[in-house]
């Protein structure tokens, strides 16, 4: 089992930045990879970045890289989202989420938290 919990939303003005965590608790493997998604009202949740915990190799959506970056402390068992350059549309929840290493699903998510970006 794997616990996965959120924090760090809250609300900004257009242009500044917001840092999210998602502390990871519960059996993972050096393999797996972790990722954040979001999800505004009315739409489908999306992608956004996610990393690979041993390696740290990145991979992000395409409307957020140069903006976002996601990063891992391995000590800590915490993986980070710093956004930069916040947008309105930025605005959604946020979700952390767990790669499983065999089967390559993404099997464990946090409860989010809210991200609002205002104009």
């Not at 891992?72 to 767990?98: F, G």
Request: glycine residues 12%; contains cysteine.
């Amino acid at each position: 089992q794997v616990q996965l919990v959120e924090s760090g939303g809250g609300t900004v003005q257009a242009g500044g930045s917001l840092r999210l965590s998602c502390a990871v608790s519960g059996r993972t493997f050096s393999g797996d990879h972790m990722g954040w998604f979001r999800q505004a009202p009315g739409k489908e949740r999306e992608f956004v970045g996610a990393i690979r915990w041993s390696s740290g190799t990145t991979y992000y959506a395409d409307y957020v890289k140069g903006r976002f970056t996601v990063s891992r402390d391995i000590p800590k068992n915490t993986v980070y989202l710093q956004m930069n350059s916040l947008k309105p549309e930025d605005t959604a929840k946020y979700y952390c989420s767990k790669r499983d290493y065999a089967s390559s699903k993404w099997d464990y998510w946090g409860r989010g938290t809210q991200v609002t970006v205002s104009s």
